[in-house]
């Protein structure tokens, strides 16, 4: 049988334990997952491509996840990234009713572009859909508690970025 191949992409700016439940859910979906960190052109970053590429994967080798799982920039449109790893499955995570209409739009354009790439949604846990990256990074500008919101290298990370 062919193997089921998935993307999780996202701009990861920076991942939060909410991306982390999603990736491992994921993986009991789909026999190899790429996570796809995006160049966000459409957001101005804290950090650059590399970085947030190199901390995922940093994340990812921790995770000890049981299937094989890899992480990878990307830019451009994202079904050509799906094509570029020979993927059917675009794996979103939904938070609220806020993300519902963006997603909408954005499963019906990629499913315009691609028809028999399916997006498959996951509801983020309860107790974590009130996290977004943008929040995290200003309670640690803010000097608060980032403990339960992010893996603790990713802590540092954005402790060193903000501090000065
Ligand atoms: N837990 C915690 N936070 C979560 C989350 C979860 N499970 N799921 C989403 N989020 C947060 C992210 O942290 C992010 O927060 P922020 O806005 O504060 O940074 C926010 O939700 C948005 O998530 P993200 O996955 O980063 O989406 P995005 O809207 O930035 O990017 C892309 C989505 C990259 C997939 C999309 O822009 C894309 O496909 N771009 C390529 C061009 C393209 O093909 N476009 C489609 C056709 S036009």
Redesign the pocket.
Known sequence: MKKRIAIY?????PL????Q??ITRACRLCDELYV?V?A?H??QTLFNLEERNHMVKKILQEMRLPITIHSKP????????CHEVDAKIII????AVS?FE?EMQ?AA??RH?DGLIETVY?M?AEN??F???????EVAKLNGNIDRLVHPYIKKQLKKRVCH
């Open positions: 992409p996202g701009t990861f700016d939060t334990v909410g991306h439940d999603i796809l995006a966000g459409h957001k990307f830019s451009g449109l994202l079904i050509d990234a979103r995570g939904l938070r993300d963006y954005l354009m990629n572009l996951l983020t974590l859909s996290i977004s990256s943008t929040m995290v990074k």
